[in-house]
């Protein structure tokens, strides 16, 4: 059977048995880190069903990021995935199961587990890259407002005099974390990719402080230079 094959028949068992209710993780992330997956292993020596397989149960266990066994998610999705894997597709080569449970207990942030393999860096930076871009933008504010976070703080939004508190509001949560994934990226093109991605986002950063000082037609220079990572 080949991958495209496996990925009909993961799709298929995602939308009939997942329902998350988190829209930064439904069914249609997991088509997107699939889809960025592909572009990173171009021209690379990979397990691509590895690479598959991890992308669509990655966060099939994926608690709330102020959870308090959030760090515990990937390393339960991993086990989760491998009963699935037996119970519901026992065709599924037994040889790729390890190289599949080690890509979704190391593709997590919080967790902290270091990709050993090719096919677990390929799946990290993609899921990153999520977060990234313009869907990392929309991805932030929805994940944020469902946590009950303000957009920002309208007093100091940029945390110029305070501490930046990501729990509290969203876009704190650009220099607390996002910013910050180009620098952990584990491949060559993730990086590339990451770096572009973010620097999307430090623009809207320039265009969000312009208009809050009553300029809507341009963007704050000063913000570009302190965090894009490529000025044009």
């Keep these: 059977m080949n991958v495209i094959d496996w990925q009909y028949r993961f799709d298929q068992w995602i939308s009939q048995h997942f329902n998350h209710g988190d829209a930064a993780h439904d069914v249609s992330h997991f088509r997107r880190v699939w889809k960025t997956a592909q572009t990173l292993m171009q021209g690379q020596q990979v397990d691509a069903l590895v690479v598959l397989t991890a992308c669509y149960f990655h966060d099939i266990v994926s608690f709330a990021k102020n959870h308090p066994q959030r760090h515990q998610s990937s390393v339960m999705a991993a086990e989760k995935t491998a009963a699935i894997l037996a119970s519901e597709f026992p065709d599924f080569p037994q040889h790729a199961v390890a190289g599949v449970r080690h890509a ?51 007093e100091d939004p940029f945390a110029a005099e305070r501490e930046l508190d990501d729990k509290a509001f969203a876009l704190d949560h650009f220099r607390c974390k996002l910013l910050k994934l180009p620098a952990t990226m584990q491949t060559e093109q993730g990086r590339k990719l990451a770096e572009h991605n973010a620097d999307f986002l430090v623009h809207f950063m320039a265009k969000l402080s312009a208009e809050l000082q009553g300029d809507h037609q341009r963007v704050d220079e000063e913000v570009l230079r302190r965090f894009c990572f490529h000025l044009a």
């Design 104 to 154: 979704i207990e190391a593709h997590s942030f919080s967790a902290g587990i270091a990709p050993q393999t090719l096919e677990a860096k390929i799946v990290q930076d993609a899921d990153r890259l999520e977060s990234l871009g313009a869907i990392g933008l929309a991805r932030v504010f929805a994940v944020s407002g469902s946590m009950g976070a303000a957009l920002f703080d309208g």
